[in-house]
Structure formats: structure tokens, C-alpha cells
């Protein structure tokens, strides 16, 4: 009883069965992926109508018979790398407001809404490789495609490091100028009357930003320097106060529901 080096017979009923139903839905497949409204300005649609049926691409018969789709779906992922490169290229436009408004954060700096901007941007450069890369990586263009992607995300990323860089280089500066209204003097003035008796909080705008953008850049998981750091902490401990003590002298009027509770 010697083992056998003959291996198991193949089960071609099952793999003829399996191919045959793959190939009674190839027609329908075809069509469904030559008629995927607006796939050519926006690629997404027609990657994700590629992925509903990976599982029959994945077949070698039924990915050679749509070569012609998988081409196409190529091409169209080059285009948007190619557009989501120039995009890079000029997200430093939003630094002084001349960029798209949807691509804008709200209440942040100009420098913020670019890193943010940016970090999207690099986001979908990783999910479209890794998406389309069981697709379309026997295809002759993938290695042109995949450089293009290469190149898209180290610019993404550099773009990413000079914002951040040039964003502390201005921010430093601007706390150690004592004219700057980043740098929060304890001694100054923080509250006072206003001709109503109501007391006000004199707490500059571009603070109440600097405290916002901090947080989104920890968020994007960038370092923050320790002068920055230490001035943001201060800023919030004295607003914290000040809209405590805000709220216990400008007691609001009692509701018009109080007297039934």
C-alpha cells in the first residue's frame, strides 16, 4: 500500500460547470461594463462596478474575454492620477483662499485646509492601487500606471512635509513677537464691561484658530513644537476660565418653561 504519486483526478464536471456559468453571465457582464454612467469623469464608478464582480475576474477565461473593459478601466485610473497629481501640484492655492471652496475646511487656516486637502488627496491615490491592482495587474500599462502612482503619492507626501514645515517656521515666529496676536499675555486685559454691563472676553480670532488648526494637524498626525504646544494649552485653559466666569457674570434670562419644572 505504497502511497501514489498520481494526483487526484480533476473534478471536470464541477470546474466545466463553474467555467459555464461564468461564461452565461459574460454577456451581461460586458454590457454592464460598458454602460456605467459618467465613468469617464469619474473613474470611481467604474472601479467599483469592477470590484462587484472580482470574484469572476479573478477566472483567467472570463479576465482575458474582458481585456477590452479592463483596459478601458485602466486608462480612466491613469487620467485620474494624472489629474489627482496637477491637483497636488496646485493645493497650495488654497493658502490664500484663491482654491475651490469645496475643498476647504471650515474655521481653519488657509495652511491647514491645504494639508487636509493633500492628505485626501493621498488617501485615494492608496485605495485606487490597492482596488485596481488584482484588476489590472497583468495588463501592459500597469507598470506605467503604477509609476505614475508612485510618483503622485511622494509628491503628495512632500507637499505634505513642506506645508507642515513652513506652517511652524510662521507660527513660531509669531509667538515670539510680542505684537503677535498668537502670543497670549496673562498680564493684558482679558475681560472687561461693555456699556451694558455685560462682560466680554477679549480673545483674539486668529488664537481661537491657532487652537483649531493645532487639533487638526494632531488629527492628520503631524508633530507639533513644544512652544506651539505649550501656547495652545495656555490659550485653552484661559478660555475654559473665561467662558466660565463669562456665563456666571451674563447669567442668562429664565425660561418661559421654568416656573412649571
Known amino acids: 500500500n505504497r502511497t501514489s504519486l498520481v494526483p487526484p483526478p480533476v ?32 473613474p470611481f464608478q467604474l472601479l467599483r462596478q469592477f470590484l462587484k464582480h472580482r470574484e469572476l475576474l ?7 474575454r474582458l481585456e477590452p473593459q479592463r483596459e478601458q478601466l485602466l486608462k480612466l485610473l491613469s487620467s485620474y492620477m494624472v489629474k489627482t497629481r496637477e491637483a497636488g501640484q496646485h493645493a497650495d492655492a488654497l493658502v490664500d483662499g484663491r482654491g475651490p ?12 485646509n491645504t494639508m487636509v486637502f493633500t492628505a485626501q488627496l493621498h488617501y485615494k491615490v492608496v485605495q485606487v492601487v490597492e482596488a485596481a491592482r488584482p484588476l489590472v495587474a497583468d495588463l501592459s500599462g500597469f507598470d ?5 502612482a508612485k510618483e503622485t503619492k511622494q509628491e503628495l507626501e512632500d507637499a505634505r512635509e513642506r506645508e507642515l514645515n513652513d506652517w ?26 461693555d456699556g451694558g454691563g455685560r462682560l466680554k472676553v477679549h480673545f483674539d480670532e486668529r488664537l481661537v484658530e491657532l487652537v483649531r488648526d493645532v487639533r487638526q ?13 505649550a501656547e495652545v494649552a495656555k490659550a485653552q485653559r484661559f478660555y475654559h476660565s473665561a467662558t466660565v466666569l463669562r456665563q ?12 412649571w419644572t
Open 11 to 42: 473534478l471536470t464536471g464541477q470546474v466545466s460547470s463553474a467555467e459555464s456559468f461564468g461564461q452565461h453571465l459574460l454577456p451581461a457582464l460586458q454590457a454592464a461594463l460598458n454602460n456605467v454612467p459618467g465613468a469617464a469623469a469619474q
Open 58 to 64: 479573478a477566472r483567467p477565461g472570463i479576465a482575458r
Open 101 to 112: 471652496e469645496e475643498f476647504a475646511g471650515r474655521n481653519f487656516s488657509g495652511r491647514v
Open 144 to 148: 506605467a500606471f503604477m509609476a505614475l
Open 168 to 193: 511652524q517656521r510662521t507660527t513660531l515666529a509669531e509667538i515670539k513677537d510680542k505684537e503677535s496676536p498668537l502670543r497670549l499675555d496673562l498680564a493684558d486685559a482679558a475681560m472687561s464691561f
Open 217 to 229: 494637524f494632531r488629527a492628520l498626525g503631524c508633530k507639533i513644537p513644544r512652544e506651539v504646544d
Open 248 to 259: 456666571v457674570a451674563n447669567p442668562l434670562p429664565p425660561s418661559p418653561l421654568s416656573r
